[in-house]
């Protein structure tokens, strides 16, 4: 037996080659890999959908965004309000006189307070309508 003049292995070594495995445990080798393979994909399908980071938790995560972010937007709308009332009180004289009269019942020197009260409506009596005889 000679070499090829290629072969680059030691002298007096045989070359092996791959014993193939008998066909039926292979194909059942083959068989469980595909088994075991849609099985990781329906895992990982199943855990994207449904999972603690899934696609319901993100959603889920964005209505809280949403909602969040609507509330933060209100409360910096009431916080500029209440930010420009408080400058105005602290500079407008005529502000401090509106909010003592409405909040303290503050009233100025010389003025006269009119105190009404809601009077009942008198009963009213049935009428009795004309009869003819």
Same mark, same amino acid.
């Given at each position: 037996m000679t070499d090829a003049p290629?072969?680059?292995?030691?002298?007096?070594?045989?070359?092996?080659?791959?014993?193939?495995l008998p066909r039926a445990s292979s194909s059942r080798l083959s068989r469980l890999i595909q088994i075991?393979? #849609?099985l990781? !994909?329906?895992? =990982?399908?199943?855990?994207?959908?449904?999972?603690a980071r899934g696609l319901s938790a993100m959603m889920q995560a964005r209505r809280e965004y #949403?909602?969040? !972010?609507?509330? =933060?937007?209100r409360i910096r709308g009431e916080n500029q309000r209440l930010q420009a009332a408080a400058r105005r009180l602290r500079e407008d004289p005529t502000a401090i006189?509106?909010?003592a009269r409405r909040d303290l019942g503050y009233m100025a020197p010389g003025e006269k307070v009119f105190i009404l009260h809601d009077a009942k409506p008198a009963p009213t009596t049935p009428t009795v309508p004309n009869q003819k005889k």
């Open positions: 290629n072969d680059r292995r030691a002298p007096g070594t045989r070359r092996t080659r791959p014993v193939p075991g393979l #849609a990781a !994909a329906v895992t =990982l399908v199943v855990e994207s959908l449904f999972g #949403a909602m969040l !972010a609507n509330d =933060l937007d006189e509106e909010a």
